[in-house]
T-cell receptor, first 109, second 116 residues
Framework: AQRVTQPEKLLSVFKGAPVELKCNYSYSGSPELFWYVQYSRQRLQLLLRHISRESIKGFTADLNKGETSFHLKKPFAQEEDSAMYYCALIVGATNKLIFGTGTLLAVQP | NAGVTQTPKFQVLKTGQSMTLQCAQDMNHEYMSWYRQDPGMGLRLIHYSVGAGITDQGEVPNGYNVSRSTTEDFPLRLLSAAPSQTSVYFC???????????????FGPGTRLTVL
């Protein structure tokens, strides 16, 4: 069965500290993974996708098929990074997204 | 462009009542979907549509109906509301890649529904 697991409900770090939001997936096909972010009082929006291999707002994520992981990383956290982060997996060719349960990142000053 | 709009923003229902959550997009997107967001459970897909006249079930379709008579609108109907349907509902839309690839989904602001 397809599944996305985010083991941490809350991750609290201090400004300037490194951040790693964990995401593991279960999928028998070729995975396509994404990170979505929801800032306070804003809409859910796409942060990055693994196929683009890009860095957005200093965040990067590498797909590790051996460990079935897609962890989100940033070397130096900023207070404006505080938000809910969702890892998501596309299933099939129909644009269906399977979301993880989300991790709330709180960056303390 | 207004993007994806949802109405109402908030709604309180009594058990057994029915209602329709509205979703509209002005980006000419073929794909539209409904999710519910519950604490500790993330977002779960309720129903989705790949074009006018075509709908399909997601992970948690029971108790909900949808229709897609136009490209722009994708209403979600609660037939007989239950307390278990208390949640925040999000509508999303995207283009569809002709080769089956994924295109970014754009989300609405959400509707917070409470069923008493």
């Amino acid at each position: 069965a397809q599944r996305v697991t985010q083991p941490e409900k809350l991750l609290s770090v201090f400004k300037g500290a490194p951040v790693e939001l964990k995401c593991n997936y279960s999928y028998s096909g070729s995975p396509e993974l994404f990170w979505y972010v929801q800032y306070s009082r804003q809409r859910l929006q796409l942060l990055l996708r693994h196929i683009s291999r890009e860095s957005i707002k200093g965040f990067t994520a590498d797909l590790n098929k051996g460990e079935t992981s897609f962890h989100l990383k940033k070397p130096f956290a900023q207070e404006e990074d505080s938000a809910m982060y969702y890892c998501a997996l596309i299933v099939g060719a129909t644009n269906k997204l399977i979301f993880g349960t989300g991790t709330l990142l709180a960056v303390q000053p | 462009n207004a993007g994806v709009t949802q109405t109402p923003k908030f709604q309180v229902l009594k058990t057994g009542q029915s209602m329709t959550l509205q979703c509209a997009q002005d980006m000419n997107h073929e794909y539209m979907s409904w999710y519910r967001q519950d604490p500790g459970m993330g977002l779960r897909l309720i129903h989705y549509s790949v074009g006018a006249g075509i709908t399909d079930q997601g992970e948690v379709p029971n108790g909900y109906n949808v229709s897609r008579s136009t490209t722009e609108d994708f209403p979600l109907r609660l037939l007989s509301a239950a307390p278990s349907q208390t949640s925040v509902y999000f509508c999303a839309s995207s283009t569809l890649d002709s080769s089956g690839g994924y295109n970014e989904q754009f989300f609405g602001p959400g509707t917070r529904l409470t069923v008493l």
